[in-house]
């Protein structure tokens, strides 16, 4: 009797089991379904999802600006720029270096300092050391974007220059090879006169190899302008003869002797040999009016 009990309540005890482990694995199916109906109830497209739009007014801020401005003293990652030398060109000890490019002289009234030297808050040296290649990679940076107006020799003459537009400066005029290094770089970054900035498609780098070739293109013109100032060698030959004075009521008379000088007539160029891949018509029309030149030539009415 007790057997029979225990074996009774060790079946009840195994479907209990069997149950809870049944259930304990529908529970995650239910679940996740139980997410996917959430889920799909919440959806939401791109085109609806709360967003500000460029220039849109919103009243979520109370100025009622959607884009908001950069904190202050934020410096975007690549910007901070700390080497006031190779980024402006600008001495570090110059006033607002950086802030503005240097003015021409003159256009300041406060300024008699720049009468002087109106490149004095410009950087002389470059402010890394300048290599072969950094001079090869300034040749192809100038080739494309200064020689169209400056010229493959600096020389201003570039080939909108030639087309009519305004010329451009000489950068083997004393100014320009007197100006400082920084001059050049200010003139790229901000823009002189009718030349606009390239900061834009040009790198700092670059700029810098530009005004490193710039100065290899002075130093060769230089040279070349020596070169053709220097007089020539006298050679020891025979000088020219000396005129004799014309007396007067004499007729004029060239150098060569009369009776060197070619006397000919007009029709005597007619030509008198047909070139050899003519057709036989052609040169005997040819050889027969060359015939009748001489003999027109010869007659006393034609001298006369």
């Known amino acids: 009797m007790l057997k029979s009990e225990r074996e009774t309540v060790k079946g009840r005890v195994g479907e209990e089991v069997n149950r809870c482990f049944a259930a304990s694995r529908r529970l995650p199916v239910f679940l996740l379904l139980t997410g996917l109906l959430i889920t799909a109830g919440c959806r939401r497209d791109m085109q609806d999802q709360p967003k500000m739009k460029p220039y849109r007014g919103t009243t979520f801020y109370a100025d009622g600006q959607s884009g908001r ?12 720029r700390e080497n006031t030398e190779l980024f402006t060109g600008k001495k570090a000890t110059a006033s607002g270096a950086g802030a503005a490019p240097s003015a021409s002289p003159g256009a300041s009234p406060a300024g008699q300092a720049s009468l002087t030297n109106p490149f004095a808050d410009d950087v002389d040296t470059f402010p890394f050391p300048i290599t072969e290649d950094t001079v090869k990679r300034g040749r192809e940076r100038y080739d494309i974007y200064c020689s169209v107006c400056h010229g493959l020799t600096g020389n201003g003459d570039g080939m909108i220059v030639r087309r009519g537009f305004r010329r451009a400066a000489s950068f083997n005029d004393d100014r320009l090879r007197q100006a400082p290094v920084g001059h050049y770089f ?43 100032a220097s007089p020539a060698p006298l050679t020891s030959g025979p000088s ?53 030149a001489k003999s027109t030539a010869r007659s006393p009415t034609a001298r006369s």
Do not use: C
């Open 69 to 80: 401005p950069p904190i202050q003293g934020t410096v975007a990652r690549g910007f901070l």
């Open 186 to 228: 200010d003139a790229i970054t901000n823009g002189w006169g009718t030349m606009p900035s390239y900061a834009p498609q040009i790198s700092v780098q670059d700029r810098w190899a530009i005004i490193a070739y710039i100065r290899a293109l002075q130093t060769s013109q230089e040279n070349i302008a020596a070169a053709s």
């Open 240 to 292: 020219s003869p000396t005129p004799t004075p014309r007396k007067a009521g004499a007729a004029t008379s060239l150098s060569t002797p009369r009776s060197t000088r070619p006397t000919t007539n007009s029709r005597s160029f007619i030509a008198t040999t047909p070139p050899p891949n003519l057709p036989r018509a052609s040169s005997r029309a040819i050889k027969a009016r060359s015939k009748s």
